[in-house]
């Protein structure tokens, strides 16, 4: 006797909860408020991580250079109430004599690093340029020195100078040439010291350069190269112009590092001989922790934001078209 079977009743999906009203999401996150979320997210991630370096400049920049100048107008040692001298500071500075032997000193200092420590990385850049082999072997070599801390590269340079047994000396007297005082003369002690801060200071130069040049169209040269120009005119024709916004700017900050140099004369030469290496920082220090005068150190510092601010203002206002 056969039997009929009855065809099996389809599986019901298995359901994952209770369904959802029209309208409403399926997934967290999707639906109108969803995008709005994410930015309101976002945001509050960018502007955390900004206010932490906000925080940064505030402690460790903005407040003391506040700071410095309120106590440029007070009678200020450490542990005691301050009191409201008005310009005495100022006046007092100004009549220091040494006051003027290192403003003297900081602009000679300036003037020493531009001829000698701008031309030279530039040099260097235009030949690092044209190497063909071991390039990234020279840029370590010539980027080297800035890794060296500047107090142990100055201690390099005092033991290099020393009129005794110093290398500068002993290699001029294997040259049979006359040796020189150098950090201990008067008349040499700075332009040494320009040495040894565009020494440590060139590498980061060089390397902007060389990245400015690499960035000027290989085309220029070689229609410059089929028309006979020179070396010379086209590093004068093609390569100053390509660079002038660079070498422009380099020179602004030049400027500011170098009317600012202290670690050389502290290290090398503590200011002397003669006070032919006082600068204006030095003299800040000087006034600050062996004077405990932090009144006159803060006029000093304000007198130098004063002239650095007035620079740089003509400086872009000259530039403004570039």
């Not at 049979?176 to 590498?203: E, F, K, Q, R």
């Amino acid at each position: 006797m056969k039997t009929t079977s009855r065809p099996a009743a389809p599986a019901r999906p298995r359901s994952a909860g209770p369904t959802p009203p029209p309208g409403a999401t399926g997934t967290a996150g999707r639906g109108p408020l969803g995008p709005l979320r994410r930015k309101i997210a976002d945001q509050a991630t960018a502007y955390g991580f900004l206010i932490g370096g906000l925080l940064c400049f505030i402690l460790f920049s903005w407040y003391p250079a506040v700071r410095s100048v309120i106590i440029a107008f007070q009678k200020y040692t450490p542990g005691s109430d301050p009191e409201w001298v008005g310009t005495a500071n100022f006046s007092r500075v100004f009549q220091d004599p040494e006051f003027a032997a290192a403003w003297r000193n900081t602009l000679t200092f300036t003037v020493l690093a531009l001829v000698i420590g701008f031309a030279i990385p530039f040099v260097m850049a235009l030949v690092l340029n044209e190497l063909r082999h071991a390039k990234a072997f020279f840029r370590v070599v010539v980027y080297l020195p800035v890794m060296i801390p500047p107090v142990v590269s100055a201690l390099l340079w005092k033991w290099f100078y020393d009129p005794g047994a110093g290398l500068a000396n002993e290699v001029l007297g294997f040259l049979h040439l006359p040796t020189s005082n150098w950090t201990n003369g008067a008349d040499t002690a700075l332009v040494s010291l320009v040495i040894v801060a565009t020494w440590a200071n060139m590498g980061g130069t060089v390397l902007i350069y060389l990245a400015a040049l690499q960035g000027i169209p290989g085309e220029l040269y070689e229609a410059a190269e089929l028309d006979g120009a020179s070396v010379w005119q086209r590093v004068r024709h093609i390569t100053i112009p390509q660079t002038r916004f660079i070498i422009l700017m380099l020179m602004l900050l030049q400027v500011i590092a170098t009317m600012q140099v202290f670690t050389e004369p502290f290290v090398i030469t503590g200011g002397g001989p003669e006070n032919s290496t006082v600068t204006v920082l030095y003299l800040i220090y000087k006034y600050a922790f062996l004077y405990n005068d932090f009144g006159g150190a803060s006029a000093l510092s304000v007198m130098l934001l004063l002239v650095l601010s007035a620079f740089s203002a003509l400086y872009l206002r000259l530039t403004r078209t570039d």
